[in-house]
Structure formats: structure tokens, C-alpha cells
């Protein structure tokens, strides 16, 4: 049987344990604002940032992780019955391209709560200053590769209102830079919460 052994994890930046819970891709530094991918090779500096809360409501104010994903999408024929890159980009014509900043939640949540919280923040885009905090941010379920792959599969989602009517979709989705962005939330109890930036309820 192989020896098992309890590492302590450590901030590379000013030394504080790190509280890492099961299945997390990251972790952060409440003491310094420090973040790090978990990688076999180690801790890899990564970008967190916080939004500001903009909206009161009852409960305890917590901080949930996104992936911020800034990309470049180019679309070179669609035949569909949606309107999200219509809205996002302007005009009508079947070929386009426009940059996009896709919010993803980072914590586990049902996959209708996920596009949903995750198309009002991508199309409006709500956060334009973040800021550090040195608060207590968990719940990393979701890697790059899962974010990504969300992106991806929101982006398609979002153009497909109907999926019976979603003749041809080409496209190119160029990923520029990722980051973790840490969203304020109201607990309002049972599962429940509410953002502090849009006012959108969800249920985890």
C-alpha cells in the first residue's frame, strides 16, 4: 500500500494557509488577494477580482466565483431563429464578429440556473471597474476547460432560441484571457440567493 501524506497548502505570495475544498480548481488568499490554479505541477497565479455590490436586500452578503472569459467570436454563416448576437453585435447579416465577455459561474448550479444567471451577466456586461477585496470566496467546481466548454455551449444555446428551427451555425470562438471574478450575493436562506449587481435570484 502506498504512504499517503497531508501537505499543508500555502500562499506563495505571503504565506497564509489556504483552505482548499474537495473537487476545487482554485484557490484564493483572503489575507493577501492572491489567486491560485491548482495544477499537478503546482500553484499558478491566476486574476481574481470583485464586483461591487449595487443592490441591497436582506441576508448575508456572500462572494461567488465566475470565470470572466474575454474572447472574439466570429461567425461566418448562421440560420437561426435567435437574437442574441443580434443584440449583442447589431445589425442582421449572417456573417459577423464581435468581442464577448462571458460570465460563468465557476460553483456548481443547476444548468438552467447557470444559463440563465450566465446570459443576463454576458449580455449586459454590468461589471466595469473590479475591485480587491480581502473576503472568503469558494466553491471552484469548474476549471478552464469547463468554462470553455459552457462558453461554448451558451453561446450556441443563446443563438438557438428554437432548436427545430437552427438551420446552420459556423463559427470561431478565440478565447483572449481568463479570469475569476468574485460576484456579491445575498443568502437568503434555503438555497436561495440574490445578486448584488443585476438583483437576479437563484436557486443552488
Known sequence: MSDFRLEAVICKNCGSGLVVEINDNIVYCSSCGSGFEILQEGLVPIEINFAAAAIRAEGEMIYK???????????????????FLKNLFGGSNESTSGDIAFYVPAFYCPLEVLKNISTKFTLKN??????????????????????????????????AEKSDVMKNFRYELVFHSMEILGIPFYDLGKGRLKDAVLGTEIQI
Do not use: C, H, M
Open 126 to 159: 454590468p461589471i466595469a471597474s473590479p475591485q480587491k477585496y480581502n473576503v472568503s470566496l469558494k466553491g471552484f467546481d469548474y476549471g478552464k476547460q469547463d468554462a470553455k466548454k459552457l462558453s461554448e455551449f451558451l453561446l450556441i444555446s443563446f443563438e
Open 65 to 83: 466565483p465566475f470565470w470572466l472569459l474575454k474572447s472574439t467570436v466570429n461567425i461566418f454563416e448562421r440560420k437561426s431563429s435567435g437574437a
